[in-house]
């Protein structure tokens, strides 16, 4: 939790949201494959994760594999302009509670 809440200090996942462009670039994916390690905790998790996407919404589970780091670096962006910098700690409690 305390390297989501520095992440989310950091402000640079506002990128994301402000500039779709910011999307497509590789380091994107692997800064959104660092959040769902972050998140999820090993690629397995992930996997079974995509698998269950997958299966839930007949997205073949490769695409989705592509996609969740785009999104984990999406949402990452919309909590980072949600709470604002130096507020994270105080904006993320909020949102989870």
Known sequence: MDSL???LSSGRHEQYV????????PETVADGNGIL???LGSKDVSRALAQQVANS??????????????VASLAMGALSKQTGRG??????AGILD
């Open 5 to 7: 809440l520095g992440a």
């Open 18 to 25: 402000d500039d779709a462009q910011a999307l497509g670039r």
């Open 37 to 39: 390690g972050h998140l």
């Open 57 to 70: 919404t007949g997205i073949s589970d490769s695409l989705v594999k592509q996609m969740l780091p785009v």
């Open 87 to 92: 507020q994270a700690a105080e904006g993320l």
